[in-house]
């Protein structure tokens, strides 16, 4: 499924945060790594107390370590030091996926407050919205910003567009994998949830949209019952729901409920980094839950 992961890297705790998860799924897939750091023009050599590589030597040592440090021997891991410092470090990512050819990239999301983190976080929602390659985001939560990843409990969610399939099959495939439980949810909106033109109908014709509304919670709740009954004969452990409200929270919710090792979306991304941010459903579960966040993206 996944053959060639991209760790990008930068010398900070807050970016090492990925690696439990990168070597998980490299021996689970039996997946080739490379371990990329990109040299920042100007950058500085402290940020907030830790290290920041800027020399392309310090940065080739650093990568070579954190290899025999954390993977396995038979793990096949490159090292790739852009040395031509870039200004923009998610364009230099982005530009990488068309030599280096991965087919998942593993980043940090955002930790624990401070510039470093508001960095980096930013440099994942650039990468994310190049809409080439499914991004894994993973968010510090203990103390030494690293953590255990295995996949026992998955979380799909979907709107029920056959067009957005990829994310309910990337995460089928990968319960069928790790043989981990797979729990299918969608929300259909209220009255109260709707937004822009539709609000204003449901405002002026309140009894025709709530029959809509019905109608749109029967449709998702026909298309997840033969999702899941699908996912059922290829061996996977699968559960269905159907809820109605607020998508972003209901499914942060279930997040916890269900305890997921992972949610797995389908995204467009390519609206650019503000309008992903401010419309992506999967953008706002991600600012909702401190669990781990696979974005495919839509092609």
Do not use: R
């Given at each position: 499924m996944f053959k060639h992961i991209l760790l990008p890297l930068d010398g900070s705790a807050l970016a090492e945060s990925v690696l439990p998860a990168a070597e998980y799924l490299a021996r689970l897939f039996g997946a080739k790594i490379t371990l990329i750091h990109i040299i920042e023009k100007d950058g500085r050599a402290v940020v907030h107390g830790e290290r920041h590589l800027t020399q392309p030597a310090e940065a080739e040592a650093y990568l070579a370590q954190i290899r025999q440090r954390v993977f396995a021997s038979e793990t096949v891991i490159s090292l790739h030091v852009h040395e031509?410092?870039?200004?923009?470090?998610?364009?230099?990512?982005?530009?990488?996926q068309?030599?280096?050819?991965?087919?998942?990239?593993?980043?940090?999301?955002h930790g624990r407050g401070g510039f470093r983190d508001l960095v980096f976080g930013s440099i994942a929602q650039q990468v994310i919205t190049s809409g080439r390659v499914p991004v894994l985001l993973v968010r510090p939560q203990a103390a030494d910003g690293q953590q255990l990843f295995e996949c026992r409990s998955i979380l799909a969610p979907t709107d029920g567009r056959p067009h957005h399939e990829a994310g309910l099959l990337t995460a089928a495939r990968l319960a069928q994998t790790t043989r981990a439980r797979l729990n299918l949810i969608a929300v259909a909106p209220t009255l109260e949830t709707l937004a822009g033109r539709q609000a204003a109908t449901g405002r002026f014709m309140p009894g025709a949209t709530r029959t809509m509304l019905e109608i749109v919670e029967d449709e998702l709740r026909s298309y997840l019952g033969g999702m899941a009954e699908r996912f059922q004969a290829e061996g996977v452990a699968v559960s269905a729901l159907v809820g109605r409200g607020d998508p972003a929270a209901l499914i942060a919710r279930n997040a916890e409920?269900?305890?997921?090792?992972?949610?797995?979306?389908?995204?467009?991304?390519k609206a650019g980094t503000k309008a992903f941010w401010a419309h992506s459903i999967g953008a706002k579960v991600l600012a909702q839950t401190a669990r781990p966040v696979l974005l495919v993206p839509i092609r």
């Open positions: 031509s410092a870039m200004e923009d470090v998610a364009q230099g990512i982005v530009e990488h068309d030599e280096l050819n991965p087919d998942l990239i593993v980043m940090c999301s409920t269900t305890h997921a090792d992972l949610i797995v979306f389908a995204t467009h991304g």
